[in-house]
């Protein structure tokens, strides 16, 4: 057991702000405080740059005057609500990127992503963070857990997650064959989920040579190289024609979704988890292809207590994604590493 360090909160409170396309800095922002009794405070043991926030930083998406950024967090409880008794300080938790009351009609269908009360997190890359919905978003990691355990539970709260998604959209089950089209840190975690899910082929789509070594070991046991058309006749080939049972869409561009819908067989399905941009399915050619298409945001918090289990148990280690650690005070190098593809996902230690 390792003991959480000591609280001793300063005057300002630090985090990531995007001024521009490519312009990250770190500088002192709102103090993080109880606004509602729903609400907890953290301090961040470890946060970390995400694949989507790329979509800003590259001016894929509007940046419109300054703002915080970040959605990944693990931490230790400072402060909670007075309507908040699910956790209480001192405690290490880890929470989704869409908060949740947990009780909702949503919530209890198994999408508490689409919270009737959600707000999605953004202000994580910071020292100390305010967590709405705290009652429903947070799950204690029981005894504080050592640091080796940090950066699994911290991809819990997003990219594991969404890769669990994925496999769980697409159906994969057991026997199955299972194709993962995107080597980010989520294909990556889905290649783990659709392992987890029992499938036994799964072929994961990457061109890098490091992510295909880590997609391996995750449990790849084919790595295709080409893409778009050429992709897809490669898992014609791999398949003997019939193409796969799931497909895992982990990208969101329009050419890994349509390198996803014709990558699968008559009745197979297709799950996506990239953030679409400027992706466009035809009605018609998916009506007659009978592939099943389901996406959306992660219900990160439904698999909270299970993939939790499953890192501090051993039986996954999502945090091999984070190949490169930086202090908090250099986020900007973090960003640069992964737009450059230096790093599959970037470790802030505040």
Known sequence: MQRPPPYVRKPSQRGAVIHAPGDVRLENVDEAKIVKPTDAVIRTAVTCVCGSDLWPYRGAEPVDGPHPMGHEYVGFVEEVGSEVTSVRPGQFVVGSFATSDNTCAHCRSGFPSHCRNRE???????????VPNAQGTLVAAGEVPGEEFWPGLLAVSDVMGTGWWAADAAEVGPGSTAVVVGDGAVGL??????KEMGAERIIAMSRHESRQKLAVEFGATD???ERGEEGVARIEELTGGVGADSVLECVGTAEAMRQALHS????GNVGFVGVPHEVAVDGQELFFSHVGLRGGPAPVRR??????????TGAIDPGKVFDLTLPLDQVAEGYRAMDERRAIKVLLRP
């Open 264 to 267: 699968a067989r008559p009745g």
């Open 223 to 225: 790595i295709v190289t």
């Open 120 to 130: 999605f997190m953004s202000t994580c890359q910071a020292e100390y963070v305010r």
């Open 303 to 312: 698999y909270l207590p299970d993939l939790i289990d499953r890192v501090l």
């Open 189 to 194: 975690c889905a290649v783990i989920a659709a």
